[in-house]
């Protein structure tokens, strides 16, 4: 007996919860559990081994009476500011720039600009190359007859040293140029019949072709940039004199030195909070489709 | 009538044979089981019972692995009912601490566990991360006879009258390593005709021997600092040849202590590691230089001398697998300016996991002190490391009875390590500050204050312009509002009256100098909080 339209429909949807539910399922155990979890903790003196305490915002009085706490969000703001700055803009312009080139040099282009990041033994590399004594770096410099830096040693140097590895290794580029490609080229031909310039071009087709990409990735940036971790603990582990302590790093060491885990949790609330907060102001400002 | 008289016949038969079943199940011990991390502990590598004949007579075969199998046949024997497991276990890692703490949380951490990486003795018992293992110690003879012989290594162990981790013998001491021809090279002699440092050298000495040795041209430098997950250690050893208080009372009664970074002794000290680095130029440091990279830089023959603990460097003398082509030795830590140097011997804790029923608990114990202080230490050298440490000060063995149907050859320290044997003698006759511990105040979250530390002395690494009295005063109040923000339960004037009582007395008989130009004044200033 052939199935109904509305049964058809009842089976599709079926097909289609059976289908989604694993990932529902693993986002349910692994995202908003551990959420609910973290937000009941940031609320009570949680031991590791006992009875957990309720202290209401305790935690959060202390956070705000705390000066690393400041200290972190400003490093945080830092990071994701001079990452952003230097590891998102500069791949749109410098794709954007590689798009003007003859194919044949776009393809050498992008080798040099993809084999280093395939060819980096990631973080840990750079450390050596900030080695004040014998790093790459200083070495550049003496040959140079430039006097040498203290890199990662330096306060006012080091997280610019963390951020500088994610302008050579930043991926997105990859996107950038695939999207790029998925323009029109009839826009530009109009454009050049209309007399528009390189820049023109630029600014009034290619960037708005490519701004639901901007605009999504923008958006994975900030919450990844605010949620730094691996690069400042790897190369500095949070110093030198809190330098590169981004606010995630400060919550790992309330966690797991103070072993303080309510605060901690009170600490990531506050973040994701923040992290929410910006994600609102980005969407409310920066329309992905012009034409909505 | 006759239903009554089956049934009654049926109770009676069932009582009676549950009155014989019950002792027999009863007399039978139940197996306690339980995991142990696998360090120190060898032999249980793997299930001893699957080991074939074959097997057992291979390993029989190396001198080593017969002991250990001796070892474990002997605990066997002794403790048929106890099924300990071996398991793979981080310990010392930077990571080892978080693991720990997951596996505490989720009830699979091994029986026992080294303290320093969940923050200590006191920081972990007070967070009740560790069993109570009072009585267990009190009826434990390798333990009294190991308090006897060096109680207050025992201090840090206790807790308000409770005892919560036993120091394992693996002495740790903080001594200078440096490379003798490196010295010879430099010309710089002992009394004795050596090349080595003076045996009571002072800071100064350590300054004038440092510049000597360093040659840029040879990028050679005088010392070698710890830079990042040691730090605060090597931070903690100036301080305590300077005098230096790191904590002091809280005198408003808010909290118990408040940091001593801004007393201007300690102040002293962070200007001496900034001039060693910016002044003297003798020094390679930097905040990106960890305990290993440290390790490395002297080794590669980057730094004629560096910090490292007593165990360390086997180098010049005859220590097997422990870098014999370099000239290595040992030399105790400088004294201070005004000649302060402390007896600054330390012990691993290892405490008990809390989560174990009581019979767990006595299992993991005896397992525990069989190897590190019993018989089972005697018959299978189970010490730190391997048994060429065997016969170092302070280790429980000596206080274990020796049965001679046990002996074992034993290689005695003194004989292949004769200089390393002269350095821990000087150290033990070093005397042994009175501990807070002892007196009901402790410290709790080191790790964050070693951390603050380590920040704070990391910002000398970056520039000579850094101001140490500014940086001070803003370090200490980070560990005031952040680290150092509790009340010891049941704490009271009274302890620091007794405590810095103790401490006064302490530094006037064994450091006159020490005690007129600096004490007093700390006395006054700080530790007068009442």
């Known amino acids: 007996m052939p199935k109904t339209p509305r049964k058809e429909l009842k089976a599709t949807r079926k097909a289609a919860w059976l289908i989604c539910l694993p990932g529902f399922l693993a986002n349910l155990i692994f995202g908003w559990y551990p959420l609910a979890v973290g937000i009941i903790i940031a609320f009570q003196v949680w031991p590791i081994i006992g009875k957990a305490e309720f202290v209401g915002l305790t935690h959060f009085y202390k956070l705000a009476n705390d000066p690393l706490f400041y200290k972190a969000f400003l490093n945080t703001f830092y990071y994701a500011g001079l990452s952003i700055a230097l590891t998102f803009f500069l791949p749109i312009i410098i794709s954007i720039l590689l798009l003007e080139m003859k194919k044949g040099t776009i393809r050498v282009m992008m080798i040099l600009w993809f084999l280093p990041m395939a060819a980096m033994s990631g973080i840990i590399i750079w450390k050596w190359f900030y080695n004040p004594y014998y790093g790459l770096f200083n070495g550049i410099l003496t040959i140079m007859g430039l006097p040498t830096s203290r890199w990662l040693s330096s306060s006012r140097l080091a997280m610019f040293c963390i951020v500088l590895p994610g302008l050579i290794m930043f991926a997105p580029g990859l996107i950038y140029i695939a999207s790029l490609q998925s323009i029109p080229s009839n826009l530009y031909e109009s454009a050049e019949l209309e007399g528009a310039g390189m820049w023109q071009k630029i600014w009034h087709i290619t960037l708005p072709g490519i701004r639901p990409i901007i605009a999504m990735l923008l958006l994975l940036a900030v919450i990844g940039n605010m949620q730094v971790f691996d690069q400042a603990y790897v190369m500095t582990g949070g110093g030198p004199g809190y330098a590169t302590t981004t606010v995630v790093i400060y919550y790992y060491n309330i966690a797991f030195q103070s072993l303080r885990f309510g605060k901690g949790s009170a600490l990531a609330l506050i973040l994701g909070s923040v992290i929410m907060a910006l994600i609102i102001i980005q969407r409310k400002y920066f329309k992905e489709n012009i034409n909505v | 009538m006759l239903r009554n008289k089956v049934l009654g016949g049926l109770i009676a038969t069932l009582m009676t044979l549950s009155l014989v079943i019950a002792p027999a199940v009863a007399e039978e011990e139940k197996t306690v089981k339980f ?97 109570d293992i009072t009585d267990l110690v009190n009826a434990s003879e390798a333990c009294q006879a190991l308090k006897k012989s060096y109680g207050s290594l025992w201090v840090p162990q206790w807790q308000d009258g409770r005892c919560y981790s036993i120091p394992r013998d693996a002495m740790q001491a903080r001594l200078i390593f440096y490379r003798r021809d490196f010295f010879r090279d430099a010309g710089i002699f002992d009394a004795e005709g050596k090349a080595a440092p003076p045996k009571e050298w002072t800071t100064e000495d350590f300054v004038s021997i440092a510049q000597k040795l360093t040659s840029p041209k040879e990028q050679r430098w005088g010392y070698t600092m710890q830079g990042s997950d040691w730090l605060a250690n090597e931070f903690k050893a100036w301080s305590q ?74 180098g010049g003398e005859k220590m097997p697998g422990r ?105 033990l006759k070093d005397p042994v500050a009175p501990l807070p511990e002892a007196y009901g105040l402790y410290l709790q979250n080191k790790m964050s204050l070693d951390a603050n530390t380590m920040n704070y002395i990391q910002t000398f690494f970056g520039s000579a312009d850094v101001d140490v ?62």
């Open chain 2, 35 to 131: 995991d142990f991390p696998n360090i120190g502990f060898y032999g249980f590598n793997e299930a001893f019972d699957s080991w074939t004949v074959d097997k057992i007579v291979d390993e029989m075969k190396s001198p080593d692995h017969a002991r250990i199998v001796y070892a474990n046949a002997l605990f066997r024997y002794l403790y048929p009912n106890y099924e300990p497991t071996g398991i793979s276990w981080d310990m010392w890692s930077a990571q080892a601490g978080e693991k720990l703490i997951t596996a505490l949380a989720t009830g699979s951490a091994p029986a026992f566990y080294v303290c320093e990486r969940i923050g200590g003795t006191q920081t972990a018992a007070a967070k009740g991360l560790l069993a």
């Open chain 2, 241 to 314: 040849v300077f005098g230096a208080p790191l904590v002091v009372p809280d005198a408003s009664g808010k909290n118990t202590w408040k940091s001593g970074l801004d007393t201007p002794v300690t102040i002293e000290v962070a200007q001496f590691m900034k001039d060693l680095v910016w002044k003297y130029k003798c020094t390679l440091a930097g905040a990106d230089q960890s305990w290993v990279g440290n390790r490395e830089k002297f080794l590669a023959g980057q730094a004629a001398m560096t910090l490292s603990i007593s165990q360390d460097f086997g």
């Open chain 2, 469 to 530: 009295e500014k940086q001070a005063k803003e370090y200490a109040k980070i560990a005031n509002t952040t680290i150092l923000d509790y009340k010891i339960k049941g704490q009271t004037v009274d302890n620091f009256r007794e405590y810095y009582t103790a401490l006064d007395k302490f530094y006037k008989d064994n450091f006159p100098t020490y005690y007129e130009e600096m004490f007093k004044s700390l006395w006054e200033d700080y530790f007068k909080a009442w």
């Open chain 2, 323 to 427: 870098y014999t082509d370099l000239e290595i030795y040992p030399a105790p830590w400088p004294k201070g300016p005004t000649g302060v140097r402390i007896n600054n011997i330390e012990m691993d804790e290892w405490g008990f996991n809390s989560t174990l029923s009581k019979e767990e608990l006595k299992a993991a114990f005896d397992f525990y002190i069989f190897f590190v202080a019993g018989l089972g230490k005697r018959a299978a050298y189970v010490n730190y490391g391997d048994r060429y440490f065997d016969g170092m000060p302070l280790t429980t063995h000596i206080y274990t009875p020796w049965p001679v149907d046990h002996r074992m050859e034993i290689v005695d320290y003194r004989t292949y390590a004769p200089e390393r044997a002269k350095v821990h003698d000087l150290l």
